[in-house]
């Protein structure tokens, strides 16, 4: 490499061939750099980026910040799902502002309580999509008109955020296979993703084929800057460092 720029320095047209390197070391850096996943539903999906930017750094405080809360009735009923659960100084019917969570157990998280919880820490999004008839949704439960899945760091399990333009209105949490069940009656916006591999001996081996690649093919360079034998023994002295 360092003989392939060394002889470029001396053609003729120092600066053509300085135009050439820049615009092949940017697209060595572009083609390989990882990047950082971009969509074209978020014109689509209410708040579709701010949500993949708060899974992909693990914010719980900016997935809080899009929470809009349901004003909903309580009740003194013992048992899972229904209305959120009265506390022992309120009357049943009283109005509380809750977040709906829906999974196996069903259940609320109140304005007063949503600062307890954990979130989801780093997910990666996995698709967005309309909701439908079959989507869940009751007056306790509200559903939205976008679900946006992102998948856990165990590619077993799938958050889903029921979102409205107002907001987050429900959270709810899936096994991945139950959940591909229930996207096939849905219209995707976005994805689905296939899991990606993030260890970093996988990043390694992933940018090394990449840039391995991408530079076998600087050895044509001097086929377009030079004219005969020149380029020929440079091409081949490419070839003979990238192989």
């Given amino acids: 490499m360092l003989l392939l720029v060394t002889d470029m320095v001396k053609f003729r047209s120092t600066k053509a061939a300085l135009i050439v390197l820049t615009l092949t070391l940017t697209w060595l850096v572009t083609a390989c750099s990882p990047q950082a996943s971009t969509s074209s539903g978020e014109d689509t999906v209410p708040h579709l980026d701010d949500l993949v930017s708060a899974a992909s750094s693990g914010s719980?405080?900016?997935?809080?910040?899009l929470v809009q809360f349901s004003s909903l009735p309580c009740t003194k009923e013992e048992g899972l799902g229904g209305p959120p659960k009265c506390l022992a100084d309120e009357v049943e019917g009283t109005l509380v502002e809750v977040l709906p969570i829906l999974g196996p157990e069903g259940h609320h998280i109140r304005r007063s309580e949503i600062s307890s919880w954990s979130g989801?820490?780093?997910a990666q999004l996995y698709a967005a999509y309309r909701?439908?008839?079959?989507?869940?949704?009751?007056?306790?439960f509200p559903a939205g008109d976008f679900g946006v899945a992102f998948l856990m760091p165990d590619k077993v399990n799938v958050v889903v955020f029921q979102v409205t333009d107002d907001g987050i209105v429900r959270i709810d949490y899936?096994?991945?296979?139950?959940?591909e069940d229930m996207l096939r009656d849905s219209e995707v916006v976005v994805g689905p993703t296939p899991p990606s591999e993030s260890t970093p001996?996988?990043?390694r081996t992933l940018l090394f084929r990449c840039l391995s690649t991408r530079?076998?093919?600087?050895?044509?360079i001097p086929m377009v800057l030079l004219p005969g034998s020149r380029a020929n023994s440079l091409t081949?002295?490419?070839n003979?460092?990238?192989?």
């Fill in 201 to 203: 001996s996988a990043v």
């Fill in 131 to 140: 909701n439908s008839d079959s989507t869940y949704s009751d007056e306790f």
């Fill in 60 to 65: 719980t405080e900016d997935l809080l910040a």
């Fill in 120 to 122: 989801i820490g780093y």
């Fill in 236 to 238: 081949r002295l490419a």
């Fill in 215 to 220: 530079l076998s093919l600087l050895a044509y």
């Fill in 240 to 243: 003979q460092y990238f192989a």
């Fill in 174 to 179: 899936n096994v991945l296979s139950s959940f």
